[in-house]
């Protein structure tokens, strides 16, 4: 059936290195795909979001790639920041969504 | 700024005891959700509604009754509340359609004892 697999609980990072989190799906169709961002105490609110037309989304140094031939969507940013530290998940759908297991992302100095 | 609140923010219940929490959103927004989230299984939808006195089944509806009686308002509710229900809980709204975000409310932590 349709999912969303985030394959890691767990990304530590030094502070100024690139950030990659996986996210891979399984879809009967051509999916909508987002990223949602939950800083610590706080709500999730979306980060970023796929479109059709194969234009790299962007937002606060972050963007995903759509590849429809590995079912992938990663969230990549060049050089990680102290503040980037939260919960990601990736999330597929129409209205309903689902998410991803989530990754939590920790950059230290 | 889209404004989704709950209430309560935190509640303890009592195994076997009737817990019901609100959400309220003031942006007439057609979708409602609630969520679960528990570590290690992220954000799992239990209940949503696209219009007032209706609701549909998430992916883990089992244990949980939803109630839309305006389009502002939307309950979940824990007629006999379980330990396994211990959980932080999320209301979100939204437009119709696939690339409107859900705006998501501060959260329910709810502890069943």
């Known amino acids: 059936g349709d999912s969303v697999t985030q394959t890691e609980g767990l990304v530590t990072l030094t502070e100024g290195l690139p950030v990659m989190l996986n996210c891979t799906y399984q879809?009967?169709?051509?999916?909508?795909l987002f990223w949602y961002v939950q800083h610590l105490n706080e709500a999730p609110k979306l980060l970023l979001k796929?479109?059709?037309?194969?234009k790299r989304p962007e937002h606060q140094g972050f963007h995903a790639t759509l590849h429809k031939s590995s079912s992938s969507f990663h969230l990549q940013k060049s050089s990680a920041q102290l503040s980037d530290s939260a919960l990601y998940y990736c999330?597929?759908?129409?209205?309903?969504?689902?998410f991803g297991q989530g990754t939590v992302l920790s950059v230290i100095p | 700024e889209a404004a989704v609140t709950q209430s309560p923010r935190s509640k303890v219940a009592v195994t076997g005891g009737k817990v019901t929490l609100s959400c309220h959103q003031t942006?007439?927004?057609?979708?409602m959700y609630w969520y679960r989230q528990d570590t290690g299984h992220g954000l799992r939808l239990i209940h949503y509604?696209?219009?007032?006195?209706?609701?549909e089944k998430g992916d883990i509806p089992d244990g949980y009754k939803a109630s839309r009686p305006s389009q502002e308002n939307f309950s979940l509710i824990l007629e006999l509340a379980s330990l396994s229900q211990t959980a932080v809980y999320f209301c979100?709204?939204?437009?119709?359609?696939?690339?409107?975000?859900?705006?998501f409310g501060p959260g329910t932590r709810l502890t069943v004892l």
């Open positions: 879809s009967t169709y051509s999916p909508f």
């Open positions: 942006n007439n927004h057609d979708y």
């Open positions: 796929s479109f059709t037309d194969n």
């Open positions: 509604s696209y219009v007032a006195d209706s609701t």
């Open positions: 979100a709204s939204s437009w119709t359609g696939p690339l409107y975000e859900q705006y």
């Open positions: 999330a597929r759908g129409n209205n309903k969504l689902t």
